[in-house]
């Protein structure tokens, strides 16, 4: 063998070692696994399943978490919270597969497009149960959705803007993703309710992909880019708290209104200091508990039914106290 050839086999030797390397830290940063409680080994479970978010650390889905664990604890169900640090649809679809090829007995995840989510969700779904949560897959063949009926809140979202604007605005929308399914209902809901408004006009539709420091840039550009827009509407958790950032600096108090969506505690922070105008309230930590369940259901033969609307409403600052006072110790 010349030298030049051991050299190339050396150079491939060790091409190979560092991309093993790298798929291994690869795969450990992209899945956060909860392993079993000390103490516990896998047959101290009834079942194995896994909630795959879109986003591990976003509080909205700490809240989807809670509810799932508390219903596991109180079952026996080992569960594992395993998906992208931050929101991104390969991870997430790829979690998905690597929770099928570990034979757990059952996933619940977003159905967030139906062109990425709805072939995979019918290939898992022959192996194992599949509840989709929060966004459905609605033409696959998951066993069940539970969450909010996404058009329709957008929709309430549309009337609660007509009513506090007295039918009068140039709105700029914020939506967490062009491409989910349920960011697209919540701007349809929501440009269906205010269509027959002549006085409310839709400028802009901009995407935060999410996250909370893009929606702020995107509220600061369209401020820039359209001085006639005079109320924001954001369509996932984090967007009106980016929106209300750049606005509680760069407009005097109420020359803009901003509804968003979701009870995170900034949220309701805006909403006390007058910035967020009303939000719609969602029940993250109920659809984490309720899917659990409905998952033991499916797995032990009882009907399930295929869709579960969890309670969606307008909440605006006068509704503060109230809102505390039912959510309890939970939230
Ligand atoms: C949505 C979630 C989304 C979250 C993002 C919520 O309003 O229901 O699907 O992941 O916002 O912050």
């Given at each position: 063998?010349?030298?030049?050839?051991?050299?190339?086999?050396?150079?491939?030797?060790?091409?190979?070692?560092?991309?093993?390397?790298?798929?291994?830290f690869?795969?450990y940063?992209?899945?956060?696994?909860?392993?079993?409680?000390?103490g516990k080994?896998?047959?101290?479970?009834?079942?194995?399943?896994?909630?795959?978010p879109?986003?591990l650390?976003?509080?909205?889905?700490?809240?989807?978490?809670?509810?799932?664990?508390?219903?596991?604890e109180?079952?026996?169900?080992?569960?594992e919270?395993?998906?992208?640090?931050?929101?991104?649809?390969?991870?997430?679809?790829?979690?998905?597969?690597?929770?099928?090829?570990s034979?757990?007995?059952?996933?619940?995840?977003?159905?967030?497009?139906?062109?990425?989510?709805?072939?995979?969700?019918?290939?898992?779904?022959?192996?194992?149960?599949?509840?989709?949560?929060?966004?459905?897959?609605?033409?696959?063949?998951?066993?069940?959705?539970?969450g909010?009926?996404?058009?329709?809140?957008?929709?309430?979202?549309?009337?609660?803007?007509?009513?506090?604007?007295?039918?009068?605005?140039?709105?700029?929308?914020?939506?967490?993703?062009?491409?989910?399914?349920?960011?697209?209902?919540?701007?349809?809901?929501?440009?269906?309710?205010?269509?027959?408004?002549?006085?409310?006009?839709?400028?802009t539709?901009?995407?935060?992909?999410?996250?909370?420091?893009?929606?702020?840039?995107?509220?600061?550009?369209?401020?820039?880019?359209?001085?006639?827009?005079?109320a924001?509407?954001?369509?996932?958790?984090?967007d009106?708290?980016?929106?209300?950032?750049?606005?509680?600096?760069?407009?005097?108090?109420?020359?803009?209104?901003?509804?968003?969506?979701?009870?995170?505690?900034e949220?309701?922070k805006?909403?006390?200091?007058?910035?967020?105008?009303a939000?719609v309230?969602?029940?993250?930590?109920?659809?984490?508990?309720?899917?659990v369940?409905?998952?033991?259901?499916?797995?032990?033969?009882?009907?399930?039914?295929?869709v579960?609307?969890?309670?969606?409403?307008?909440?605006?600052?006068?509704?503060?106290?109230d809102?505390?006072?039912?959510?309890?110790?939970e939230?």
């Amino acid at each position: 063998m010349s030298r030049l050839t051991k050299a190339a086999y050396g150079v491939g030797i060790l091409f190979f070692l560092v991309s093993c390397a790298f798929s291994v830290f690869y795969g450990y940063m992209v899945v956060n696994h909860d392993l079993p409680a000390e103490g516990k080994t896998m047959e101290t479970y009834n079942y194995h399943f896994v909630l795959v978010p879109e986003e591990l650390d976003n509080d909205y889905w700490r809240l989807v978490e809670e509810g799932a664990q508390k219903a596991a604890e109180e079952h026996g169900v080992l569960l594992e919270y395993a998906g992208p640090k931050q929101a991104n649809i390969d991870e997430h679809l790829k979690t998905i597969e690597m929770s099928m090829a570990s034979k757990v007995d059952g996933i619940i995840t977003q159905g967030l497009s139906d062109e990425q989510f709805t072939p995979l969700i019918n290939r898992v779904v022959e192996k194992l149960p599949v509840i989709t949560i929060d966004t459905d897959a609605a033409n696959s063949n998951r066993m069940a959705y539970i969450g909010t009926d996404n058009y329709y809140s957008g929709f309430l979202a549309g009337k609660a803007l007509i009513e506090d604007t007295n039918g009068q605005a140039n709105v700029a929308i914020i939506t967490g993703s062009f491409y989910a399914n349920h960011q697209q209902q919540r701007v349809q809901g929501f440009r269906d309710a205010v269509e027959t408004e002549a006085g409310i006009k839709i400028i802009t539709v901009e995407e935060s992909e999410i996250s909370r420091v893009r929606a702020a840039e995107k509220a600061y550009q369209i401020l820039m880019d359209y001085p006639e827009v005079n109320a924001f509407y954001g369509t996932s958790a984090l967007d009106a708290i980016g929106i209300a950032q750049v606005v509680d600096k760069f407009r005097e108090q109420d020359q803009v209104y901003i509804i968003g969506f979701d009870t995170l505690p900034e949220t309701l922070k805006y909403i006390t200091k007058g910035t967020i105008k009303a939000t719609v309230v969602q029940e993250p930590f109920e659809m984490g508990y309720k899917a659990v369940v409905m998952m033991i259901d499916l797995i032990e033969g009882k009907k399930v039914p295929p869709v579960i609307h969890t309670n969606t409403r307008i909440m605006r600052e006068e509704d503060l106290p109230d809102i505390h006072r039912a959510m309890g110790e939970e939230y």
